[in-house]
């Protein structure tokens, strides 16, 4: 695989927020809920920004980002999914995806963050912490192949395993986050991307368990991820300031990379 690339300079910027401090419980339920989702929102924000030594790519920032602008859309009635809870798991799974992103790091202060984010997802969705957050998943490590071995032909059959995995991790984030944000956009062509991407993802899952030889495989899920990325480019054109569309956007775009055997992270 290609070498660990320097630690990339800037990262993913959330809403500028301070950490948020217990009030008192509010009137209605709706009004304790978008308050729990704002802390949330304000804690992911921090924990996006913290300083960290990450050996690779720095993606747990932009994942830890994308969890937090769900929140907020959250606190003021825009839920990612048709309810509350189900958009807990959204934001759920950006951070276990962060927390399973190879080689980055995660330091007490960023942790402390995340953990006090999750203590207000258990609330909204009623379910203990454990249920929904890894806390005890080792993250995996990335041993780099030598610079040469830059495309994925000249990959060990244990190399294309890990890529087809670390890419399907990034696949399934992004499946999870739109599946549910479909609901809320009412929109045809976001179904219509929802199901193609829940069907790459069987099928990248499949070729994954089945462990297959030679380049087919990862061939035909870098196909399969240049076809949904040029259509959700086609659907998302007058969407730029839909944060959501566009980090599903960016989770795709980092599995394609992946699976083409460039680890790096896209220069911004």
Known sequence: MNAVLEKQPSKAQGRK?????????????????????????DFLTLASGTDEDHAFSGESDRLLSIGAMIALDAA??????TNAENTVYDIAACINTARLVPDDDESVERTLHINNAAERLAIIADTPVHQMIFTDVPRPTRTPAPASESKH??????????LHWLAYVYMDCASSVISQYAEHANSGEVFALRDLLGTY????????????????????????????????????????????????????????????????????
């Open 17 to 41: 927020a301070k950490p948020a401090t217990p009030t008192h419980a509010p009137a209605t339920f709706v009004s304790e809920q978008s308050a729990l989702f704002a802390q949330v929102g």
């Open 76 to 81: 003021k009635g825009k839920f990612s999914n």
């Open 153 to 162: 032909k000249h990959f060990t059959q244990a190399q294309r395993n890990e």
């Open 201 to 268: 993802c069987e099928s990248t899952d499949e070729a994954i368990k089945a462990a297959e030889s030679g380049d087919g495989p990862l061939a035909d899920t870098s196909a399969d991820l240049s076809k949904i990325i040029n259509l959700f480019h086609a659907v998302n054109h007058d969407e730029r300031s839909d944060q959501v569309l566009h980090g599903v956007n960016h989770l795709l775009m980092s599995a394609k990379r992946i699976v083409d055997g460039d680890l790096g992270v896209l220069d911004e």
